[in-house]
């Protein structure tokens, strides 16, 4: 079981960048593949991205692919999400969470996520 803290969000005008942290505490983190999600007020999170162990990125989504990129830092417990070009649309809560698979990207449902952080809200706007 992961205990996944986000950080980084704050608020930013458009077209700027933030990059958001995900950290654990345990050292399994470099085991699992994470998600990145956003939910806006009133939705249903949605997810954007998720990255394996060894940082290829899979699973992105189509709306945010060539603004949002992930890295990671396993020895630093650290997982990344870089925001670029942002818009005021990208006003949300931004989550990471562990895959139920593992080292594998199984998909961006929700419900193949788990040791959801406490998110990190991200405003853009002038």
């Known amino acids: 079981q992961l205990t996944l803290v986000e950080s980084g969000g704050g608020l930013v005008q458009p077209g700027g960048s933030l990059r958001l942290s995900c950290a654990a505490s345990e050292r399994t983190l470099g085991y699992y593949a994470i998600g990145w999600f956003r939910q806006f007020p009133g939705k249903e999170r949605e997810g954007l991205l998720c990255?394996?162990?060894?940082?290829?990125?899979?699973n992105f989504a189509a709306h945010v692919k060539g603004r949002v990129t992930s890295s990671r830092d396993n020895a630093a417990r650290t997982v990344y999400l870089q925001l670029n070009s942002l818009k005021p649309d990208d006003t949300a809560m931004y989550y990471c969470?562990?895959?139920?698979?593992?080292?594998?990207?199984?998909?961006?449902?929700?419900?193949?996520?788990?040791?959801w952080g406490q998110g990190t809200q991200v405003t853009v706007s002038s």
């Open positions: 990255i394996r162990p060894s940082g290829v990125i899979t």
């Open positions: 969470a562990a895959s139920l698979s593992g080292s594998l990207c199984t998909g961006l449902s929700t419900g193949s996520f788990y040791s």
